[in-house]
């Protein structure tokens, strides 16, 4: 059983930074499709960041890019999303989700994957 525990939310003013960490657990880390999500009440959970096993591959969503960057550290079972530039609209419950190293489930779609964190607020205020 995978567990997936995330911290670092928070609230912050426009254009400011956040980093959000995930710790997994009970795993194979180093086997694992990372990813992270977001989501709006109200609204479907929408793709963030995505890197693979190895930390070489990564994909981001149009909204965020050039603004976030997602990593890991496989020695500490840990990834994060490093988000700059904040804007209100990011504003949302932050999930992170892990998955299987191959898949023909597109990396966008939840369905891809089969664990996830509780999630972790943040809000950027105007």
């Known amino acids: 059983q995978v567990r997936m525990v995330e911290s670092g939310g928070g609230e912050v003013q426009t254009g400011g930074s956040l980093r959000v960490s995930c710790v997994v657990s009970?795993?194979?880390?180093?086997?694992?499709?990372l990813a992270w999500f977001r989501q709006v009440p109200g609204e479907e959970r929408e793709f963030v960041a995505y890197i693979n096993w190895s930390g070489l591959g990564t994909n981001y969503a149009e909204s965020v890019k050039g603004r976030f960057t997602i990593s890991r550290d496989n020695a500490e079972n840990t990834f994060f999303l490093q988000m700059n530039g904040l804007k209100p609209e990011d504003t949302a419950i932050y999930y992170c989700a892990a998955g299987p190293a191959l898949s023909r489930v597109p990396i966008a779609l939840p369905s891809r994957y089969d664990d996830w964190g509780q999630g972790t607020q943040v809000t950027v205020s105007s």
């Open positions: 009970g795993g194979t880390f180093d086997r694992l499709s």
